[in-house]
Antibody, heavy 116, light 108 residues
Framework: EVQLVESGGGLVKPGGSLRLSCAASGFTFSSYSMNWVRQAPGKGLEWVSS????????YYADSVKGRFTISRDNAKNSLYLQMNSLRAEDTAVYYC?????????WGQGTLVTVSS | EIVLTQSPGTLSLSPGERATLSCRAS???????LAWYQQKPGQAPRLLIY???SRATGIPDRFSGSGSGTDFTLTISRLEPEDFAVYYC?????????FGQGTKLEIK
C-alpha cells in the first residue's frame, strides 16, 4: 500500500525557517517524481515545487522561488522542503504528492502557521 | 501558465440528482491531460479522473469526465450523500501544473 506521511509543520515567526519531510513507503520511491502542494486555510490547491526521480529537474512556483528548496534522499525514501524567509501568506497545509503526471497519491498534510 | 476556471463556485443539489461541474482552460490542454480531484473537509484530495475521462482505481462509475481542448466536464450521475465535497480540476500537460479554484458541491 502506498503511503506518504508528512511531518515537520508547526508555528514559526515571519522570517523564520522550517523543514518539512515526507516519508514514502509501498512503492519504489526512486522511480517517481514528487511534489509539494499547499492549501491555505479555506482556499484552493497551489502547486509549490517538484523534483524528478534523480533530482535532475527541480521546479518552483514563483511565489516560493528563492526561499524554498526541495530535495530528496532516495536511500531513505524521503522528500524534503526547506522553507526559509517564511511569510504570513505561506500559512497552509502542505501535502506531498506522488507524480504520475496527475497526482495519484497524497499524504495527509502538515500544517505550517507563520505568525508572530 | 494555463489558468483553469471552474464553474459554478457552489452547486446546491439533492441526493439522487445529477451534478455537472465545468472546468475551462485559458489555452488548450495538451493531450487532454486534465484530472479531477475530490476533497472532503480535513482530508487530502483524492484523484477521481485522469486523462479527462479515465476513472482512477476504485472510483464508482457514477463519476464520469469528458471534454477536450479548453472545455472539460465532471458529471456525477446520481448524487450519493458522500459525494458532497469540493472538486478541483488540474491540468498536467504543461508546467506549472495548475489547479482550478474549486467547485463546492453542497446539499440542498
Amino acid at each position: 500500500e502506498v503511503q506518504l506521511v508528512e511531518s515537520g509543520g508547526g508555528l514559526v515567526k515571519p522570517g523564520g525557517s522550517l523543514r518539512l519531510s515526507c516519508a514514502a513507503s509501498g512503492f519504489t520511491f526512486s522511480s517517481y517524481s514528487m511534489n509539494w502542494v499547499r492549501q491555505a486555510p479555506g482556499k484552493g490547491l497551489e502547486w509549490v515545487s517538484s523534483i524528478s526521480s534523480s533530482s535532475s529537474y527541480i521546479y518552483y512556483a514563483d511565489s516560493v522561488k528563492g526561499r524554498f528548496t526541495i530535495s530528496r534522499d532516495n536511500a531513505k525514501n524521503s522528500l524534503y522542503l526547506q522553507m526559509n524567509s517564511l511569510r504570513a501568506e505561506d500559512t497552509a497545509v502542505y501535502y506531498c504528492a506522488r507524480d504520475g503526471g496527475y497526482y495519484n497519491y497524497w499524504g495527509q498534510g502538515t500544517l505550517v502557521t507563520v505568525s508572530s | 501558465e494555463i489558468v483553469l476556471t471552474q464553474s459554478p463556485g457552489t452547486l446546491s443539489l439533492s441526493p439522487g440528482e445529477r451534478a455537472t461541474l465545468s472546468c475551462r482552460a485559458s489555452q488548450s490542454v495538451s493531450s487532454s491531460y486534465l484530472a479531477w480531484y475530490q476533497q472532503k473537509p480535513g482530508q487530502a484530495p483524492r484523484l477521481l479522473i485522469y486523462g479527462a475521462s479515465s476513472r482512477a482505481t476504485g472510483i464508482p462509475d457514477r463519476f464520469s469526465g469528458s471534454g477536450s481542448g479548453t472545455d472539460f466536464t465532471l458529471t456525477i450521475s446520481r448524487l450519493e450523500p458522500e459525494d458532497f465535497a469540493v472538486y478541483y480540476c488540474q491540468q498536467y500537460g504543461s508546467s506549472p501544473k495548475t489547479f482550478g479554484q474549486g467547485t463546492k458541491l453542497e446539499i440542498k
